[in-house]
């Protein structure tokens, strides 16, 4: 049955039809897909693209037609991610990622990022003069200068480190930005119905990095050439409109159980998410305690009497924006007529390096010992925390309370009672 208009999930038809196709249907926000690698595998679907024996040159030329055809039928901030790997005809190495660039950009696309996927596995023999790729590009190209591109919930937590325990001032609290070399493993053959299903599945994490870069939920997504439909799987798990269309028939049946593949791999993302959150929590309140303490000591070396630092985290949004965290800081002085001289310099060195690049909005008071309470977190030595065996400085440096207590399984140090 010829098909004559698209709906939302896997559609069965040819990409080559795709202007004809894409009626009635808002423009795609971002097309992923993975087109044949020229004549490598014989995917038994009729197709014209990539069939037996078909030339470089033919090839190239339909691929940019069909990217043509992209470009026709896309968003003007539209992306376009092309995932491909080299190729061997003859023994002579094909670099097929760059040649398909070529095509993107005589179509109109300009090319954005090129990544490296790590597979992790390859087949197992190689011919002279070989080794076992393991990797392919994951190439993002777009229509306009103006694209979405937000990598926010790709950041990582950095994993449990002295440096970021030291210096928590140079890490961001959203975490590790992702690099350009992404490790994750291909599917394994036959592991869903006991025999090959298709020659180059996506992985769930794979499709979820590309979406979560360059879409926000209800944005279209189409797979021109879609397989067994991963990408308009995840396109519907993470609340995008997702399209895809694929001549082999015979996968068809298997989308259902691409998408509830995709809903059980979002579900595990959970403890991803409040990781994060908890390594948000833990650089703020880290940097709070180093700039409560740097603050401490550029007080005392101007001679001023200042016995120790109260820091709490503040509600208030920092201001302005590329403050990270608020924090309001009580200076607690044995001589509470030199609060305002306290103050001023307070706020003087913190409008300077080192103190300015930490992103803390801060608010300072001063009161006297008298009226200050010593309830709270004080924080025993280590890499930035002074140690106190009295409320009273030691060895020329003020303490520092937090109102606040950071995990002691995330940072080198004990808090002390």
């Given amino acids: 049955m010829e098909l004559t208009a698209l709906r939302r999930g896997l559609n069965i038809g040819d990409a080559l039809n795709l202007s004809d196709l894409w009626r009635d249907v808002p423009p795609p926000r971002s097309i992923i897909t993975s087109p044949p690698y020229l004549d490598m595998h014989d995917y038994e679907n009729g197709s014209e693209i990539g069939v037996r024996g078909q030339s470089l040159k033919d090839y190239l030329g339909q691929m940019v037609g069909l990217f043509r055809d992209c470009y026709k039928i896309a968003a003007d901030d539209a992306t376009f991610w092309l995932v491909a790997g080299s190729v061997r005809r003859s023994g002579r190495l094909v670099p097929l990622p760059d040649r398909l660039v070529t095509c993107a950009e005589e179509a109109g696309w300009t090319l954005r990022e090129a990544i490296t996927w790590d597979k992790q596995k390859a087949l197992p023999w190689t011919h002279h003069g070989e080794l076992r790729d393991i990797t392919e590009q994951v190439l993002l190209l777009s229509k306009a200068e103006d694209f979405r591109f937000d990598a926010s919930e790709l950041r990582s937590p950095?994993?449990?480190?002295?440096?970021?325990k030291r210096y928590p001032e140079r890490y961001s609290p959203e975490g590790s930005m992702p690099t350009n070399l992404w490790s994750i493993p291909i599917p394994t053959q036959g592991s869903w119905s006991g025999g090959r299903i298709h020659f180059c599945p996506f992985p769930e994490e794979l499709t979820y990095r590309m979406l979560s870069l360059t879409t926000v939920v209800g944005d279209v997504v189409l797979d021109?050439?879609?397989g067994v439909g991963s990408v308009p799987a995840m396109a519907e798990a993470m609340g995008r409109v997702g399209y895809g269309v694929e001549l082999k028939a015979g996968d068809?049946?298997?989308?259902?159980?691409?998408?509830?593949?995709?809903?059980?791999?979002?579900?595990?993302l959970v403890d991803d998410t409040n990781r994060r959150k908890d390594f948000r929590r833990t650089i703020t309140e880290l940097r709070l305690l180093k700039f409560a303490k740097l603050v401490g000591q550029h007080i005392w070396a101007e001679g001023l009497p200042v016995w120790w630092v109260r820091v709490r985290k503040s509600r208030r949004r920092p201001e302005p924006d590329f403050k990270v965290v608020s924090g309001d800081f009580?200076?607690?002085?044995?001589?509470?007529s030199v609060g305002e001289r306290a103050l001023a310099l307070a706020r003087s060195v913190?409008?300077?390096?080192?103190?300015?690049?930490?992103?803390?909005?801060?608010?300072?008071v001063s009161v006297g010992v008298g009226e200050a309470s010593t309830r709270g977190n004080w924080f025993v030595?280590?890499?930035?925390?002074n140690s106190p065996s009295s409320v009273q400085p030691i060895g020329g440096e003020p303490h520092v309370v937090a109102?606040?207590?950071?995990?002691?399984?995330r940072i080198d140090d004990t808090p002390y009672p």
């Fill in 330 to 336: 009580e200076l607690v002085l044995n001589d509470a």
């Fill in 381 to 385: 030595s280590g890499h930035f925390w």
């Fill in 224 to 226: 021109p050439m879609a």
């Fill in 252 to 268: 068809a049946h298997l989308y259902d159980r691409t998408a509830e593949s995709a809903r059980r791999f979002l579900s595990h």
């Fill in 158 to 164: 950095i994993p449990n480190s002295i440096w970021w």
């Fill in 403 to 409: 109102a606040f207590n950071p995990d002691p399984d």
């Fill in 350 to 364: 913190t409008e300077r390096p080192p103190l300015s690049k930490f992103g803390v909005d801060a608010r300072f």
